[in-house]
Every structure is written in structure tokens, then in C-alpha cells.
């Protein structure tokens, strides 16, 4: 193994290091707490190691928000392809969605909630954040009919979103969210006729 390998290994390293520990952080005690100061102390390098990664907090959340997508996706994709049947697929899809969300509240504000400097719905999007979104196009364009896919798929995110946003926050009661996936199932598969 040559020099530079092993220095471009370390690297990875150190930067995982320091995505983990911030993930860690954000879920136990929430994104203020995230500093550099205190992810320098958690993984034992000095702040200025942490500046030759990332230019400071936002571009921490950001590779976490990127994580969180790729693990996002993955949930999707499980749920969709474990389901018989497209609205099986698209049930499984919402209630993999959500639970994420409610699961992962401060890696899905990393993703959703907080600014990032990540590029959205365009081909510079990171990979994870267009698999996360295939997901969801895969769920959805089978129930598509004369629908533009792509624009069915963006207003069953919006809704996805602001059920687990809204649930999350106490505006909706929680016992009536499975409901609440059942009537909008219902209106995305055609069955509210």
C-alpha cells in the first residue's frame, strides 16, 4: 500500500469519524448541540483537523442529510420490493417513509428541515438524494394513470412530509396517523371515486 493510499484511507476515515459522531449526537441531544468544538472532543482530533474535512457545521449536517438519504433510500427500497402489488408498494412506501421520520427526527431534519447546501430535485443532486426520490417515483408511477409521474410523486413527498412534520409536532394526533396514510393511500391509488 503506498503512502497515498493509506493517507486517502485515514482521511475516509476521520471524516466517517466525524459524520458518525455528529449523527450520533444530533439524535441524542439535538442539532444545537452539534458543534465543532464538541464533535473535536467526542472523536479526539483538535477543531482545525475538523476544518480540513468540512468548512463547519453545515457542511457536517449536509454529509449527514446525504447519509440520511442513502439510508432513507435503502428503507424505501426494502419496503417497496417486500410489497405484492402496486398499492401494497405504495402503502409499504408511505409507512416506511414516515416511520424514518419519526424514528430519525434529527437525521430527518438534517434532510428536510434545516438548511444544507445541497443541490435539490437537479442532476448535481448527490446519488443518495435521487435514490431516495427513485424510491418514492417507483411507489408512485404504476398508480400514475394520465399523471405526470414525477410531479404525483413530488405532491405524495409533500404529503408524506407534512404528515410525519405535523404528527412530529403535535399539530395532528398521532393515534389517528395510520388513518391518515389510509385516505391518502386511497386517493393516490384511485380508490376515493
Same mark, same amino acid.
Given at each position: ?57 453545515d457542511a457536517i449536517m449536509a454529509a449527514v442529510a446525504v447519509e440520511g438519504f442513502a439510508d432513507m433510500a ?5 419496503a417497496r420490493t417486500a410489497a405484492d402489488g402496486p398499492r401494497a408498494a405504495l402503502t409499504a412506501v408511505a409507512?416506511?417513509? *414516515?416511520?424514518? #421520520? ?11 428541515? $434545516? &438548511? =444544507?447546501?445541497?443541490?435539490? !430535485? *437537479?442532476?448535481? #443532486? ?11 417515483? $417507483? &411507489? =408512485?408511477?404504476?398508480?400514475? !394513470? ?25 399539530r395532528l394526533p398521532p393515534d389517528l396517523h395510520a388513518h391518515r396514510l389510509t385516505l391518502l393511500i386511497a ?7
Amino acid at each position: 500500500m503506498s503512502i497515498q493510499t493509506r493517507r486517502e484511507r485515514e482521511r475516509a476515515e476521520r471524516e466517517r469519524l466525524i459524520v458518525n459522531a455528529a449523527r450520533e449526537l444530533a439524535e441524542t441531544e439535538g442539532w444545537d448541540a452539534v458543534t465543532t468544538r464538541r464533535l473535536a472532543a467526542e472523536i479526539e482530533y483538535s477543531q482545525p483537523v475538523l476544518y480540513t474535512h468540512f468548512k463547519g457545521k453545515d457542511a457536517i449536517m449536509a454529509a449527514v442529510a446525504v447519509e440520511g438519504f442513502a439510508d432513507m433510500a435503502a428503507r424505501l427500497r426494502a419496503a417497496r420490493t417486500a410489497a405484492d402489488g402496486p398499492r401494497a408498494a405504495l402503502t409499504a412506501v408511505a409507512a416506511a417513509y *414516515t416511520d424514518f #421520520a419519526r424514528e430519525r427526527p434529527a437525521l430527518y431534519d438534517a434532510m428536510f428541515t $434545516h &438548511a =444544507v447546501d445541497l443541490p435539490f !430535485a *437537479t442532476p448535481d #443532486a448527490p446519488a443518495a438524494l435521487h435514490a431516495a426520490f427513485g424510491e418514492l417515483l $417507483h &411507489a =408512485v408511477q404504476p398508480l400514475a !394513470a394520465d399523471d405526470d409521474p414525477g410531479i404525483l410523486t413530488e405532491t405524495f413527498w409533500a404529503a408524506l412530509h407534512g404528515l410525519a412534520t405535523l404528527t412530529r409536532s403535535a399539530r395532528l394526533p398521532p393515534d389517528l396517523h395510520a388513518h391518515r396514510l389510509t385516505l391518502l393511500i386511497a386517493h393516490f391509488a384511485g380508490e376515493s371515486d
